[in-house]
């Protein structure tokens, strides 16, 4: 029923005074007034959507843990205990890196790791005393300072047949060693 044919139903088609409008919403069941400005009136479509919301928040709470500040700060201590262990491992393989060592990876292994600690001032306790006993040791697994001597077969000097000393190989040009094969 639209608005208007409710109207005619309740009122008639006559003009009333305020007092016989009164009397008549008053006494229709069908009809009632509010202002809704005051927000005493909610739709009743808006009424159940609203409910409707509310059941479905309600459930998705039931799925809620309440523990989940203390495991966020868990998961934070966690994270930064690894990033700062990476650190650590990182400023170790410098370290060993940084001492000459032919393979960090070698020398890393052959630490003992338990008396390596982060130092106060951001040293690291432990290292160097494990580098310079390790490099006595097994001086294999570090660079030597000593450029490596060159294989020497015994054979005769380049460019010694004709008398002179010609330049090392690996200076030569492709036709100066050319000519170096083809004399020697």
Request: proline share 3%.
């Amino acid at each position: 029923m639209e608005l208007m044919e409710m109207l005619k139903a309740l009122f008639g088609g006559e003009a009333l005074t305020f007092d016989q409008f009164a009397e008549k919403v008053n006494q229709s069941s069908d009809v009632k007034l509010g202002n809704l400005a005051d927000g005493k009136y909610v739709d009743k479509n808006k009424y159940d959507d609203i409910s409707r919301q509310l059941e479905t928040a309600n459930a998705s709470l039931a799925d809620y843990d309440p523990e989940w500040k203390s495991k966020l700060e868990q998961a934070q201590a966690d994270g930064e205990k690894k990033l700062s262990d990476y650190k650590f491992d990182q400023s170790i393989e410098k370290a060993i890196a940084d001492s000459g060592a032919a393979d960090v990876v070698s020398v890393k292994a052959n630490l003992d790791m338990s008396t390596v600690a982060p130092g106060e001032d951001g040293a690291i306790s432990g290292l160097s005393e494990q580098l310079e006993n390790l490099k006595t040791a097994k001086p294999f697994l570090f660079k030597s300072e000593e450029p490596e001597p060159k294989l020497n077969l015994g054979g005769s000097t380049p460019g010694s047949k004709s008398g002179q000393i010609k330049k090392d190989i690996s200076e030569m040009n492709y036709e100066e060693y050319k000519e170096y094969r083809r004399t020697n």
